[in-house]
């Protein structure tokens, strides 16, 4: 087997960097325009030697290790020269700030000229177009070659026009040319500017700035009004050109907007949907809908979900067709990587939560969903007179449950509504995680209801339409305040549980617990300590404990459910965009 490094290439290949840095030092010092011409032509040959034992290098790695191998060292290359992009960007930034640079261009004094302004000011520019070169390279958008090759070229003009040694143009040429090789990394066709990128640069720009303000505030030659001018004129540009680039950023990729609820139907009809307990919630027509198809063509697996600033959030699990998950998984990720998007998967499994992880997500305990085992549900013994009682003391009343199935009538639709407000009073429909009063989403499936011994309607749930013949699923659950009596939801919880019995489920699903059993080990992440905190203290603004302690009354089953969320999603943020999407009860509802 071939030695992966031959000691005369390797002795070459640092003779040629030494004899580079060498060219670059010399004509950096000298001030002979002939003497810089001939180091940069000696260093360009350099460099060209070393980029073809590179070459022969990285072939060597490809024949040994394979295509992978050779892979991951080039988007290291990538990911190093868009680290160097960003580091030569805030070099020539400091370099504005400090002068050190600058002095030998207007030869009248160590204060500022008009001209040296201009220059400085153009040079600053420079300085932060590199900049955002550099971190859209990091965030490999396809288009930020364009820009740093745009950015490099004005840069090496600047340098030959200011009278700087030729040499200088080195460093540039380098960053241009690694940007040009690696280019093929840079997959992503649009760039959405995420709350965490806007933090992280909004405290690198009040930093910089704070320094730049400092700065020009020591130069004599101008007023403090006439910097504060200079000042916003500066930031103005900023703006602009932040603006401009990011427009043009924008542009291109998936638009991932489909919202054809027929095709879901068919695909429900076809494969079912027992992998996510939430697919019902996809009929509300407040969610995007993500198609995933097969080598011919056909859906058969479908993801709902919500975009808020770069962050596609999809309720619960994928489903469709098992055996194509992973692939439509694997496919979601590509898609949405490509538009800009990261993706949050909100209330999913652990087997489904370790799928996430392989792709490098990071996930945090939501709580609990709670299961009741209707296959071992009776009302018999002595630890069920409770139950007992209660559909005794309702049936005793007149009070009748009833399933009623589609069609319905418009005054029977009238009057749901009107208790369906009458729960509300004055609070908001949620959307996204759950249900609200939509008539066409009411039409899907079938409604329980509870009547009282005038048959007046006194309270009412939805069966959710997620067609899953072992677990039956409940939506909204709500009752007419005016009529209200004690253990009203219980009579009509116990009645679902017979009916589930009876028509062979193997589950009643109560639904989540938020928080719950989140963060009680001393082991356990910050977050979920922090979140166990809001569960045992937050009563005030939502009975987390409360909501646990009712559903364990009849709950027999807890099954652990997660948020995963993509690299790049900071959770604090993560956690926010699930809050702002749960308020929401449309795709346009601000």
């Not at 590199?130 to 090759?149: E, T, V, W």
């Not at 652990?350 to 996930?363: A, I, N, P």
């Amino acid at each position: 087997m071939n030695k992966l490094v031959n000691k005369k290439k390797a002795t070459i290949f640092l003779s040629l960097v030494l004899l580079a840095l060498i060219a670059f030092i010399v004509g950096k010092a000298s001030k002979d325009h002939y003497v810089n011409g001939f180091l940069l032509v000696f260093a360009i040959l350099s460099f060209t030697g070393i980029g073809f034992l590179s070459k022969d290098f990285l072939r060597k790695i490809k024949e040994k290790y394979g295509d992978f191998a050779l892979r991951v060292i080039k988007e290291l290359i990538q990911k190093i020269n868009s680290i160097f992009i960003i580091l030569y960007g805030i070099y020539i930034i400091l370099s504005v700030i400090s002068l050190e640079n600058f002095y030998n261009i207007g030869n009248v004094s160590k204060d500022l000229s008009a001209i040296e302004l201009v220059l400085l000011t153009v040079y600053l520019l420079l300085g932060y177009l590199f900049l955002i070169a550099g971190r859209l390279s990091i965030d490999k958008q396809k288009k930020s070659i364009n820009l740093l090759m745009l950015t490099g070229l004005c840069h090496i003009f600047f340098l030959i026009a200011i009278g700087e040694n030729v040499v200088s143009i080195l460093p540039v040429l380098i960053l241009m040319g690694l940007g040009f090789y690696t280019r093929k990394f840079l997959f992503k066709e649009r760039f959405i500017y995420s709350w965490e990128e806007k933090t992280v640069d909004c405290v690198l720009f009040l930093v910089g700035f704070f320094f730049y303000i400092l700065n020009i505030n020591r130069n004599k030659n101008y007023s403090l009004p006439m910097s504060l001018i200079y000042t916003l004129l500066i930031l103005l540009i900023f703006i602009l050109l932040t603006k401009l680039i990011f427009s043009y950023m924008k542009k291109g990729g998936e638009e991932l907007y489909e919202t054809n609820i027929d095709d879901l139907d068919l695909l429900i009809d076809k494969y079912g949907s027992s992998q996510s307990l939430a697919s019902g919630l996809s009929f509300l027509n407040d969610k995007y809908i993500y198609y995933y198809r097969d080598k011919d063509g056909e859906q058969t697996v479908a993801f709902q979900y919500q975009i808020i600033n770069n962050k596609a959030i999809v309720m619960g699990e994928p489903f469709g067709k098992e055996a194509d998950i992973a692939l439509a998984l694997f496919a979601f990720n590509e898609v949405c990587q490509k538009s800009g998007l990261n993706p949050i998967f909100y209330e999913v499994g652990e087997r489904f939560t370790l799928s996430l992880h392989d792709y490098g997500y990071d996930f945090m305990k939501f709580g609990e969903n709670a299961m009741v085992n209707l296959t071992d549900f009776s009302l018999k013994g002595r630890k069920k007179s409770t139950e007992r009682n209660i559909l005794n003391r309702f049936a005793k009343e007149g009070y009748k449950f009833k399933l009623v199935s589609y069609p319905y009538t418009n005054e029977f639709l009238d009057k749901l509504e009107e208790i369906s407000n009458s729960w509300l009073k004055d609070k908001r429909e949620k959307g996204f995680s759950l249900g609200f009063f939509d008539r066409a989403y009411l039409r899907r499936a079938e409604i329980a209801i509870v009547l009282d011994k005038n048959d007046e309607i006194t309270a009412f749930t939805n069966i959710m339409p997620n067609k899953n013949p072992e677990v039956l699923t409940i939506d909204l659950m709500r009752y007419d305040q005016d009529k209200n009596v004690n253990s009203m939801m219980d009579f009509l919880f116990l009645n679902l549980f017979i009916y589930g019995q009876e028509n062979s489920y193997k589950y009643f699903n109560l639904g989540m617990a938020p928080l719950s059993n989140v963060g009680l080990m001393k082991s356990a992440y910050l977050s979920e300590r922090m979140a166990y905190l809001v569960y045992k203290h937050g009563s005030r603004f939502y009975s987390f404990k409360g909501l646990r302690n009712y559903k364990q009354k009849y709950a027999s089953i807890w099954l652990p459910k997660y948020m995963a969320y993509a690299k790049g999603n900071w959770l604090l943020y993560s956690l926010l965009a699930v809050a702002l999407i749960d308020k929401k009860t449309s795709k346009n509802n601000k």
